[in-house]
Antibody
Framework: QVQLQESGPGLVKPSGTLSLTCAVSGASISSSNWWIWIRQPPGKGLEWIGEIYYNGITNYNSSLKSRVTISLDKSKNQFSLKLSSVTAADTAVYYC?????????????WGQGTLVTVSS | SYVLTQPPSVSVAPGQTARISCGGDNVGSKNVHWYQQKPGQAPAVVIYYDGDRPSGIPERFSGSNSGHTATLTISRVEAGDEADYYCQVWDGNSGHRVFGGGTKLIVL
């Protein structure tokens, strides 16, 4: 069973950079699959942020593309999210997720989520 | 970009059938997945590939997809089904994964 766990600062200042890590257990991020970030502002719906394939290919939401970087750390079996120039609109619960298999296209495994608040 | 439209809320009495729609341009040509999210929890898939159920999901949950509308049907609704439900597709044109806005199922 794949398990995912997000970690990172819960408070980020406006104009700063949000940085989160997702630790993966039960699977290797070096195996063929997509490793994904999703967010949910308080009281609102889900938004796909972007993803990275095991070989480093990335795919970002067009609305966030200029500010997002997702990367792999194979030595630690984890992947990361960086979101720059944050504003209050980036306040959300951030989830990492993955698929059962690369071609399945639905999110079978989720982290518990971590709340990031953007405030001075 | 591709848009999926869901009603904000659906209300149903216990024991009745709830139907939650997910509208999108020719969504019938795509694979639709449905997630249930209870307060304070991460979403969990309840239907994938239009109508398949993961192990552990009751047969009361079913899905269909045709034309411009996909539908999640929950039969014999129970109080424990009260949650937010999201539809999701992969848009091959953009390569993006897209969620509907979500529907709050209210059990009266």
């Amino acid at each position: 069973q794949v398990q995912l766990q997000e970690s990172g600062p819960g408070l980020v200042k406006p104009s700063g950079t949000l940085s989160l890590t997702c630790a993966v257990s039960g699977a290797s991020i070096s195996s063929s699959n997509w490793w994904i970030w999703i967010r949910q502002p308080p009281g609102k719906g889900l938004e796909w942020i972007g993803e990275i394939y095991y070989n480093g290919i990335t795919n970002y939401n067009s609305s966030l593309k200029s500010r997002v970087t997702i990367s792999l750390d194979k030595s630690k079996n984890q992947f990361s999210l960086k979101l720059s120039s944050v504003t209050a609109a980036d306040t959300a619960v951030y989830y990492c997720a993955t698929l059962r298999a690369p071609a399945t296209n639905y999110f079978d495994f989720w982290g518990q989520g971590t709340l990031v608040t953007v405030s001075s | 970009s591709y848009v999926l439209t869901q009603p904000p809320s659906v209300s149903v009495a216990p024991g009745q059938t709830a139907r939650i729609s997910c509208g999108g341009d020719n969504v019938g040509s795509k694979n639709v997945h449905w997630y249930q999210q209870k307060p304070g929890q991460a979403p969990a898939v309840v239907i994938y590939y239009d109508g398949d159920r993961p192990s552990g999901i009751p047969e009361r949950f079913s899905g269909s997809n045709s034309g411009h509308t996909a539908t999640l049907t929950i039969s014999r609704v129970e109080a424990g089904d009260e949650a937010d439900y999201y539809c999701q597709v992969w848009d091959g044109n953009s390569g993006h994964r897209v969620f509907g806005g979500g529907t709050k199922l209210i059990v009266l």
